[in-house]
């Protein structure tokens, strides 16, 4: 069984930098392709990026695009997001998603296993 476990959020100010991690256990991360998503109050569930088995494919959501930057350590089986020149319109619970798939997806459905989240919140 596959688990997914987010940390690394917390409250900033807008600028700031915040690097999410996703440690998975229960398989290597290099069986899975691996996505982030993000969900505000009162908004659906949305694309944030997402990163190939191989790391060497990535691709992210417009609105994050230049700013945040997926990555993959495959000694430690954990995935990064790191997020910079955050803005107040990011604030949402973050999710780290895994696929069985091989393609990376921006399909929140495509997606096998979720982590619990974590909150990150970017004041003004």
């Known amino acids: 069984q596959v688990q997914l476990v987010e940390s690394g959020g917390g409250l900033v100010q807008a600028g700031d930098s915040l690097r999410l991690s996703c440690a998975a256990s229960g398989r290597t991360i290099s069986t899975l392709t691996m996505g982030w998503f993000r969900q505000a109050p009162g908004k659906e569930r949305e694309f944030v990026a997402t990163i190939s088995r191989s790391g060497g494919s990535t691709d992210y959501a417009d609105s994050v695009k230049g700013r945040f930057t997926v990555s993959r350590d495959y000694n430690k089986n954990t995935v990064f997001l790191q997020m910079n020149a955050l803005k107040p319109e990011d604030t949402a619970v973050y999710y780290c998603?895994?696929?069985?798939?091989?393609?990376?997806?921006?399909?929140?459905?495509?997606?096998?296993?979720w982590g619990q989240g974590t909150q990150v919140t970017v004041s003004s």
């Open positions: 998603a895994g696929r069985n798939g091989l393609a990376a997806t921006s399909l929140a459905a495509a997606y096998d296993y």
